[in-house]
């Protein structure tokens, strides 16, 4: 019974058991594995005696809070309003809580909803991906040089072709100025109709301040969507982009200045840029971005069709050579068995 609460009722039953038994007390606690303690304590177990509180709203007070808000005049008024109410005009004093709890008990109390919390909607630009030019992302990334300097690196990246598209560099860090500045010299290259633009990134300062917006939104005419607050999945092109970039085998492991992380960062966008990527069916992303990959991929599927042709015939022309010279081993065979005959 070590451990096992035990209703009252049933510790009366194991000590009449125990008190009719005749045999001691230790015995009878080891056969029902109770220890002495616990029996004494069972025994020796008083019922609790029901206390008063002095401080209990009296059965005036208790009835004036349910007059008053039973009144029309007051129907409306909620805990607090009614306790205002009756300080005023001198009918009970009490707080708001406890005149609450009278209309809860008196079944007066206004139904409480609590308010749910707004939750971030999972930004859904997958379905936008019909072509470059799209969907944009950005984020930032922090390089330090070997004297402890912060260097940030802001990539932008087109989600659909997978171009990296610019990317800022700025000591310790960057506002929504350098924002906006990076962004007017990215879309002002890509020549494009920036209205049916969509740009994706996280819930940082220099992205969703009021300037960023503003300048966004009114000069460019964007829409701009933001990922749940520490949800990275939901930026996951960038996010992985940025790891390539930081831990790529070329990566230097230390930089000595921000020209070093400069230089860096325009080599890694040349050489990602002109790579094939797996996402893309192995098409570089200059190539997607300027709409060449759908036609690459297509050669590439009759290229495969054409070699798989050939093959098939390179195969049948081999078999058929195979089986000639079976053909004439066997009758060498049969001629030299006929000699020696």
């Known amino acids: 019974m070590k451990g096992k609460k035990i209703a009252r009722s049933i510790q009366e039953a194991l000590l009449n058991t125990i008190e009719e038994s005749g045999a001691s007390i230790k015995t009878c606690c080891e056969i029902l594995l109770l220890t002495e303690r616990r029996y004494y304590h069972w025994k020796s177990w008083t019922a609790p005696v029901k206390r008063l509180a002095w401080n209990k709203l009296m059965p005036k007070e208790t009835a004036a809070i349910v007059d008053t808000a039973c009144s029309e005049e007051q129907a409306d008024l909620r805990a607090a309003g009614l306790m205002v109410y009756g300080h005023e005009t001198a009918k009970y004093y009490c707080s708001p809580s406890t005149v609450q709890k009278t209309l809860k008990k008196e079944a007066l109390a206004a139904p409480y909803a609590p308010r749910k919390r707004k939750t971030a909607k999972k930004p859904d630009v997958r379905i936008l991906l019909t072509g470059p030019n799209k969907v944009y992302c950005y984020d930032g990334t922090d390089f330090y040089l070997r004297s402890g300097l912060k260097v940030v690196v802001v990539p932008l990246l087109d989600i ?19 924002v906006t500045e990076l962004w007017d010299v990215a879309l002002f ?14 819930n ?28 990275p999945d939901d930026n996951p092109w960038i996010e992985a982009f940025i790891k390539g970039m930081k831990y790529h085998p070329a990566c230097p492991e230390s930089f000595e200045t921000v020209q070093d992380v400069i230089d860096w960062v325009n080599w890694y966008q040349a050489f990602y840029n002109n790579n094939p990527h797996s996402a893309l069916g192995y098409v570089r992303p ?5 709409g060449l990959g759908d036609g690459i991929r297509t050669q590439r599927k009759e290229n495969l069709a054409l070699a798989r042709k050939e093959r098939l015939a390179y195969y049948y022309e081999c078999k058929a050579v195979m089986v000639q010279k079976e053909s004439g081993n066997r009758l060498e065979v049969v001629h030299n068995s006929f000699a020696i005959c």
Do not use: C
């Open 204 to 231: 940082g300062g220099q992205m969703k301040g009021g300037f960023t917006r503003k300048h966004m939104t009114g000069k460019w005419e964007v829409s701009l969507v933001y990922s749940r607050p520490h949800t």
């Open 286 to 290: 200059n190539e997607e971005h300027k």
């Open 160 to 178: 659909f072709s997978r171009k990296n598209l610019k990317n800022g560099v700025y000591v310790k860090s960057f506002g929504q100025k350098d």
């Open 189 to 202: 290259a890509e020549g494009i109709k920036t209205e049916e633009l969509t740009i994706l990134s996280d």
